[in-house]
């Protein structure tokens, strides 16, 4: 930008420090109490909104998903946080929940 302030994008940057978090949590038990209080509240940081839960896996044992809860507007944000790279072993992640047959392996 050459004139103004730039933008603050608190979404950003908290999406940047929840997969920061992330690759030193992930290799936690998942019924953990105290990494699942973590988990809201490093999801809550990014939309109150948004809601996440850990689901069976299709290409690991478990997927992270953080959902828009049917908000539109919530949508590109999920796929925003689902988009950045990221290479660990573990849950993998998904935006969004899947439709049943998808997790049966039916198309």
């Known amino acids: 930008m050459i004139f103004g302030k730039a933008k603050v994008d608190p979404a950003g940057a908290a999406i940047t420090r929840f997969w920061s978090w992330w ?6 038990d998942l019924t953990d109490a105290g990494l699942i209080e973590q988990m809201h509240q490093r999801v809550s940081a990014i939309d109150p909104a948004l809601g996440w839960e850990f689901a069976s896996g299709m290409s690991a044992r478990h997927a992270l998903v953080v959902s828009a809860g049917g908000d539109p507007a919530l949508r590109s944000l ?8 990221w290479s660990a072993p573990g849950p993998t992640a998904r935006s969004g929940r899947p439709r049943p047959w998808i997790l049966d392996g039916r198309r």
Request: aromatic share 8%; charged share 55%.
């Open 23 to 28: 690759a030193k949590a992930r290799d936690r």
């Open 78 to 85: 999920t796929e925003r946080w689902r988009r950045v790279p």
